[in-house]
Nanobody, 115 residues
């Protein structure tokens, strides 16, 4: 089964940018959908952005126009470009992959936005 490893998190000031990466242990060509989720302290995990094998993307309303999800098949990697970051974007961000009946998660990467 595919293993997922996130990177790119860190501390950034409000208005700044970060790019998260999710590296897969094998080809992502056969993965039906990949996504980024986040979980803030005391809150439920929520979907932030998702991309399907056909290239369809969707975003939670709060990040539309600021975040962009993409993938690089040659590098077996998915990205989340986050611009105009806000304090409320602070959370642990998790990478997710779904194929057939399998759902895989990464270990998470912390994003902290200081106001």
């Amino acid at each position: 089964q595919v293993q997922l490893v996130e990177s790119g998190g860190g501390l950034v000031q409000a208005g700044g940018s970060l790019r998260l990466s999710c590296a897969a242990s094998r080809s992502i060509l056969s993965i039906d959908a990949m996504g980024w989720y986040r979980q803030a302290p005391g809150k439920q995990r929520e979907l932030v952005a998702r991309i399907t094998s056909g290239g369809t993307t969707n975003y939670v309303d709060s990040v539309k126009g600021r975040f962009t999800i993409s993938r690089d098949y040659a590098k077996n990697t998915m990205y989340l470009q986050m611009n105009s970051l806000k304090a409320e974007d602070t959370a642990v961000y998790y990478c997710n992959a779904q194929y057939a009946t399998v759902v895989r998660w990464g270990q998470g990467t912390q994003v902290t936005v200081s106001s």
